[in-house]
């Protein structure tokens, strides 16, 4: 099945910087990438996808870039506020495997006021 | 607009005993996934359902089984229970063709001593 790597594990910022979460998969059939927020005590909120047709998405301060070639997606994070801080995860899905999520291990994000 | 909803919040059972999970899926959806989510780890996909039937199923024993009724909410059973069945229990809502987007409910946290 499908093989989802995060990195860092955990991640500081300064408020106001930028923070940059990264993600490999290995099925070369996986075609899309949604991005998760996970607060404390909540369940994961949907923040961003990005599909395999598309390099790059945005949403205000929130953007996705994938690389289909290298098999690596990315989530940036501008202009970082406190309540930016909580658990952020990756996810991947293939038509090989019935459109299942395979998600990454998290990256816990502190903003530092 | 009502989001998932997921039922109890908490639970505490011993070694060997049943516990079944309740998840009513976001207004307008009619599938229904279930994810375990263990301390510090990404959720792992259990099964989905639709139309009343198991459509997929990841790498869990038949320990675990489900149920989805014509309102398409959905339970999750998890037979003998052990220790390493610990773990925060998401569901998650979809519409069957546009699975890509699934919505995460707050979960249950399950608790086996």
């Known amino acids: 099945g499908e093989n989802v790597e995060q990195h860092p594990s955990t991640l500081s910022v300064q408020e106001g910087d930028s923070a940059v979460i990264k993600c490999t998969y290995s099925d070369s059939a996986s075609n899309y990438f949604p991005w998760y927020k996970q607060e404390l005590g909540k369940g994961p909120q949907l923040i961003i996808d990005i599909r395999s047709n598309v390099g790059e998405k945005k949403d205000q301060r929130i953007a996705v870039t994938l690389n289909k070639t290298a098999k690596h997606f990315s989530l940036h994070i501008t202009e970082t506020q406190p309540e930016d801080s909580a658990v952020y995860f990756c996810?991947?899905?293939?038509?090989?495997?019935?459109?299942?999520?395979?998600f990454g291990t998290g990256t816990s994000l502190t903003v530092i006021p | 607009d009502a989001g998932v909803t997921q039922s109890p919040t908490h639970l505490i059972k011993t070694r060997g005993q049943q516990v079944t999970l309740r998840c009513s899926p976001k207004s307008g959806h009619d599938t229904v996934s279930w994810y375990q989510q263990a301390l510090g780890q990404g959720p792992q996909f259990i099964f989905q359902?639709?139309?009343?039937?198991?459509?997929q199923r990841g790498n869990f024993p038949d320990r675990f089984s489900g149920h989805q009724f014509p309102n398409y909410s959905s339970e999750l059973n998890v037979n003998a229970l052990l220790l390493g069945d610990s773990a925060l229990y998401l569901c998650a809502s979809s519409l069957q063709g546009i699975t890509y987007e699934q919505y995460f409910g707050p979960g249950t946290r399950l608790t086996v001593t």
């Open positions: 359902y639709y139309e009343e039937e198991e459509r």
């Open positions: 996810a991947a899905s293939s038509p090989n495997t019935g459109n299942q999520f395979y």
